[in-house]
């Protein structure tokens, strides 16, 4: 089972998010910069802070972002809303090809993803595959509304950061 979840228009680059069957979320969307420069944004720490905290969510910074983006490094991302109390998200690369390919784990509860993105040239463009499978259908449907919910966000403000960055 397909359904169609979500969608975001930014002119010509439309972020498209379904749900595949009970536990798989599929976000995908096009950008302006080859492939080499979405996946700088998505593995260089000082750029990824840059994009990844929807804006709408006010109050909310990416207060720490530690990423050792190659197969086996591990990543930790902490989140505050100016207080003394924030919150980790954590995990491991299980698969990195530079350009092509990140695989990771989110260990920081019992429910979490294993998420691939991938980066596919498409003639100086660079089509996104974001692919999310959950151990459970219930672990889709809290994602669905909470993280998953903001990545048309997050995509939209990933191609406002393109834009600006060398290629």
Known sequence: MTQQVNSASSGPNRTSVERRGDRELVVTRTFNAPPSTVYRAWSQPELFQRWWVPKSVSGVSLVSCDMDVRTGGKYRLEFGAGGSDTMAFYGKYLEVVPNERIVWTNDEGEEGAITTVTFKDQGGRTLLNFHE?????????????????????????????????DQ
């Open 133 to 165: 499978v959950y151990p459970s259908k219930e672990a889709l449907e809290e994602a669905l509304q909470g993280s998953a919910a903001a990545l048309p966000e997050q995509l939209e403000q990933l191609d406002e950061l393109l834009s600006s960055i």
